[in-house]
């Protein structure tokens, strides 16, 4: 039997089926994997700070029950073997795409949070002209900055998405269950982290402009379907970048009459936005550091 490396459930909601008589660690993955694949699909239905930081914590303990998969010795018993050294070795490739994915996102979180402080210490000095201020400045600059990143970081998702449609197949003895199932597991894996980064990236590029930028958003990013988001954009309903980029655009316009109605607001979403950032900046940081105990322990299997 050959398991290709195309992982059929994409874009959908659905459970994988393993084995009756599966190993409890090939289980408890299986837990693992059918609730980061729901808490994906939430993210995507409805980009949030709240559902992507869901979203990374399943992700976190996926890789977790990944790699004990991975180093039990059943498992390396059997995908040492030459045949499916190649398939391997492209695990090994998708995880550098993914850790610099990660690793990249993680630090324009990083930044982003730096920026809302500057912003929020000068609210907090009330000035009464802001559009000026050196750090509103930064603040929107990076913004528009971040959002043509993200069509990079797409770029990348796309590259790892194709070598899981057209990568190679690993051969798979019809009668040996326990390898299939461990294929069909790392290689969903795989789909939920790129389906997780899509919508962290979109939730980052959201445009608090026009409906006819959106849509050029939606083609790049939503190839999966997820085009949920575009009805929110059409009935106002922003998430939490675009509250504060709106905060903060009213505050520099209106005039002193309603400065601090303006000021008071703009401060509250700041407020909520860097507590959110922190969230999504540890969740990443735990990612990160799973990919990275995820790629040891394939090299380690190639090095056998």
């Known amino acids: 039997m050959v398991v290709s490396s195309k992982f059929s459930s994409k874009g959908q909601v659905k459970s994988i089926s393993l084995p009756s008589r599966s190993h409890p660690t090939t289980v408890r993955i299986e837990q693992e994997l059918n609730a980061a694949k729901t808490a994906a699909a939430v993210a995507a239905s409805k980009p949030s700070v709240d559902n992507i930081c869901s979203g990374l914590l399943c992700l976190a303990e996926l890789y977790k029950c990944m790699d004990d998969l991975l180093n039990m010795s059943a498992t390396r018993g059997l995908v040492t073997g030459e045949q499916n050294k190649k ?3 492209e695990l090994v490739e998708e995880s550098v795409s993914l850790l610099d994915v990660c690793c990249s996102v993680r630090d324009m979180v990083a930044q982003m949070k730096a920026h809302v402080r500057d912003v929020q210490s000068v ?3 009330r000035k009464s002209e802001l559009s000026n201020e050196k750090s509103v400045i930064n603040y929107n600059c990076f913004r528009k900055k971040m959002k043509k990143d993200v069509k990079l970081l797409v770029g990348s998702l796309k590259q790892v998405d194709n070598m899981m449609t057209s990568g ?3 051969v798979v003895d019809s009668n040996n269950h326990h390898l299939a199932a461990v294929m069909k ?11 997780v980064f899509e919508s962290l990236l979109l939730l980052l590029s959201l445009p608090n402009s026009k ?3 959106w ?3 939606v083609s790049k990013l939503m190839h999966k379907g997820i085009v949920a988001c575009e009805d929110q954009q059409e009935n106002g309903i922003g998430n939490e970048f675009e509250s504060v980029d709106d905060a903060l655009q009213s505050l520099c316009k209106n005039g002193p009459s309603t400065q601090l109605e303006k ?3 703009a401060k509250c979403r700041l407020e909520m936005l860097e507590s959110q950032l922190e969230c999504m900046e540890i969740r990443l940081e735990c990612v990160f550091r799973r990919l990275i105990g ?3 322990t394939l090299l380690n299997i190639i090095s056998l």
Request: proline residues 3%; charged residues 20%.
């Open 185 to 195: 597991a790392v290689i969903g894996v795989s789909e939920t982290t790129v389906s």
């Open 263 to 265: 000021m008071q607001i």
């Open 123 to 125: 609210l907090r000095r």
């Open 168 to 170: 190679g197949s690993a």
């Open 294 to 296: 995820s790629r040891a």
């Open 87 to 89: 398939w391997v070795e």
């Open 215 to 217: 849509s050029i958003v």
């Open 211 to 213: 409906p006819n930028r």
